[in-house]
């Protein structure tokens, strides 16, 4: 088995997206390329993306356009069956927390203090995914 290409946060995105566009008319098509079911219908949002009047969506869509960036946000475009990857976890419950933790010590940080980092991180993730759905710890009001 090969490794996982990243899916994103979908929350980040969004965030992303209502902080720099919500003023422009673009936004739900910007939106839209999260969710899009085909081929097709991407490449309609980003022809009309690269299209548009503001200058700022036209970056925008062609950073997105990247092809691993693409298939870590869009089905269409992924490896992995769609059924798998709309199993995998977007939000933030998850992502959030391991992104919080692997900035802890800051960036930029020596490869010793990373991989240090990296272990806890798989760690506090398994405790998450495995040890926790198994016990009473659940009744605690951690989502996991």
Not at 45 to 57: G, K, M, P, Y
Not at 117 to 135: C, G, K, M, R
Request: hydrophobic share 40%; aromatic share 6%; net charge negative.
């Amino acid at each position: 088995m090969g490794p996982t290409p990243p899916i994103f946060c979908t929350v980040h995105i969004q965030r992303g997206l209502q902080q720099k566009f919500s003023e422009t008319d673009a936004l739900p098509l910007m939106q839209e390329l999260l969710t899009a079911t085909s081929k097709i219908k991407c490449e309609n949002i980003f022809q009309a993306l690269l299209n548009h009047s503001d200058q700022h969506v036209q970056p925008w869509a062609e950073h997105k356009k990247i092809s691993w960036i693409l298939s870590g946000i869009n089905r269409c475009y992924s490896k992995m069956q769609p059924a798998v990857f709309d199993s995998y976890q977007k939000n933030p419950n998850l992502i959030e927390s391991t992104h919080h933790y692997s900035n802890l010590d800051g960036i930029g940080v020596s490869l010793l203090t990373a991989i240090q980092q990296y272990v806890s991180i798989i760690l506090n993730t398994l405790l998450l995914l495995v040890v926790l759905p198994d016990t009473n710890l659940n009744s605690l009001g951690l989502e996991v």
